[in-house]
Every structure is written in structure tokens, then in C-alpha cells.
């Protein structure tokens, strides 16, 4: 799948006073979109493969950053194919608020989070304040980024963050390789589909390793072909079955929400295999058994 980096919104920049040498210069991986915020903006990006990275350039050199300073940046994951991706979030953040007492960003903070709203049991998010480094990781397909300052404002750079799309799941399979859920062989997330298109005219599944959420099949693999044949498994026993089939399958994963998950999944070893009469003469005569 070829995906761009795809910006939906404008934003109005104040270089007031720019990061020193980059930051974030051990994450930088190839082209790398640079996106400016400061106070006040509101934005939206859509992200497809490539990386972003957040820089803030509301803070001057002699005042800091400004009292009641807002920035909410939403990204959100573009899947345009079978293939999912989730987001992952490094980088540092400098400022200090001499209201936030006992480290708790009472009053300044920079929060990510992948949290529809207060009352989503199934999300997570970091907040944090002061100095240092900043890790975070979802499966979700947006996330939102915010940073205030309380009525008093913060002294320091403010943050800067590499968010880089990563994939987790799906997609169509030609030749023999093997998938499995996502993050394996750490627990898979919650909440999550992965659907796959297997194609080829002879293909097997040997599945190496099997572990889902046991309770009423509310996480499961679904194995369905082209003429609508359908199978659904959840049990360990699928641990070194092996299945085979004659022409492409659909392979689904679906897991169920529910606070969190300690069961790391599938892993599955996929060989296909094509017959020689479909091959032109010329390549059949190279073809190997």
C-alpha cells in the first residue's frame, strides 16, 4: 500500500523562538513532514505511512510561554487497504509551572491520549509536565494531543514529538510468509480488527502458536473462502493445526473491549502455492515442485 502524508488543515505559525539542534535526531528515520504549533492552534492531521514531527514555537526567550496557552492537534490514521496501522509518539517536552505541585500538571501539561472522551474505558493517556522524555503507543487509529499552560504560563521550550504511523495488522498476502495478531508475541490490544486476503491456488496455515481471550469467543479468528465456506476459532486447541485450502480465504481477527488483555494471540505460518498449469510455458520450465 502506497500512502503520503495527507495535511487537512492549515495552521498559522509564530517562530518566536525555535528548538536548538533537533531533539528528536535519534528517532529521524528518512523524510520527515516538520509541522509548527503554537498558541492558540487547533488542528487536524491525517497520517498514512510516513512521519510527522510536532515542534512548538510558542515560547520567547525572555517570557516564556504566555498564561492560558492551548494547542489540541488530533491525528488520525488514514487506512486506505486492508492494511491497519497505529501510532506511536516520542520526543521530549521542557516547561515548568510553578503551580503544578507534587508532579501531578495540575496546572500546565502536554496529555496524548487515544481516549474518545473521560468516560472511555478502553483508552489510555500520558500526561506529563517538567522535563524529559515522552513515549506513547496506541492501536487506535486517532489520537489527541494537548498542551495548556495555567494562569500563570511555564517557563521552557514547551515540545516537541515524532509521530510515526506503524503497522499492526491486514493486508493482502500473495506469497508464503507468516502473520500473526498484532504485537505478537506481546498481548494483542483490545478492541481491534485485522482482516487479511490470502490469495493463491493452494494454500496452507499452520498455526505455530494460538493464544486468545478464552470467555465466550468474544475474540476470534474467522477463516472464510471464496464460495462462503466459514469457520470461526477462539480455542487454544488450533495450537499446530494445520489447514489447508484450494484458492484464495478472507482471515479475520477480531478482539472484544474490555479493560485489558494478557493473551498474546496467533502466529501462523502461510504457504501458497501455485499450480504449474496456470504458469506461462516459458516460466513452468523453471517452475520446482
Known amino acids: 500500500m502506497i500512502l503520503h502524508l495527507v495535511v487537512a488543515a492549515a ?20 523524510e520527515i513532514e516538520n509541522q509548527n504549533v503554537t498558541c492558540g492552534d487547533d488542528v487536524k492531521f491525517w497520517v498514512h505511512k510516513d512521519s510527522i514531527k ?24 488514514d487506512d486506505l487497504s486492508l492494511e491497519k496501522y497505529g501510532l506511536r509518539f516520542t520526543g521530549v517536552f521542557d516547561f515548568k509551572d510553578q503551580l503544578n505541585v507534587n508532579e501531578e500538571c495540575s496546572s500546565s501539561s502536554l496529555t496524548i491520549t487515544d481516549m474518545d472522551d473521560e468516560q472511555d474505558e478502553t483508552g489510555t493517556k500520558t500526561v506529563t509536565c517538567g522535563h524529559g522524555e515522552v ?28 509521530v510515526e504511523p506503524h503497522y499492526l495488522c491486514g493486508g493482502r498476502v500473495t506469497t508464503s510468509t507468516t502473520i500473526s495478531s498484532p504485537d505478537y508475541p506481546k498481548p494483542y490490544p483490545i478492541d481491534i480488527g485485522c482482516f487479511w486476503f490470502i490469495q493463491g491456488e493452494e494454500i496452507t496455515l499452520r498455526f505455530l502458536d494460538f493464544d486468545l481471550y478464552p470467555k465466550k469467543c468474544n475474540d476470534l479468528l474467522e477463516i472464510q473462502t471464496l464460495q462462503g465456506e466459514r469457520d470461526v476459532y477462539c480455542a487454544s486447541k488450533m495450537m499446530g493445526k494445520v489447514m489447508k485450502y484450494n484458492g484464495p480465504i ?40
Open 11 to 30: 495552521m498559522a505559525v509564530a517562530t518566536t523562538r525555535a528548538w536548538p539542534i533537533s531533539p528528536l535526531g535519534d528517532y529521524l528515520r528518512g
Open 54 to 77: 510536532l515542534n512548538f514555537l510558542g515560547s520567547t526567550s525572555h517570557l516564556g510561554i504566555p498564561p492560558s496557552c492551548s494547542v489540541k492537534i488530533r491525528i488520525d490514521v
Open 135 to 162: 513515549t506513547y503507543h496506541t492501536s487506535q487509529d486517532s489520537t489527541n494531543v494537548q498542551f495548556v499552560t495555567g494562569p500563570q504560563g511555564a517557563t521552557g521550550l514547551g515540545f516537541s514529538l515524532l
Open 250 to 289: 478472507y482471515m479475520k481477527f477480531r478482539s472484544s473491549k474490555r479493560r485489558a488483555n494478557v493473551n498474546k494471540g496467533f502466529n501462523c505460518k502461510v504457504s501458497i502455492k501455485s499450480s504449474k498449469k496456470s504458469l506461462p510455458n516459458m516460466l513452468s520450465k523453471f517452475y520446482e515442485e
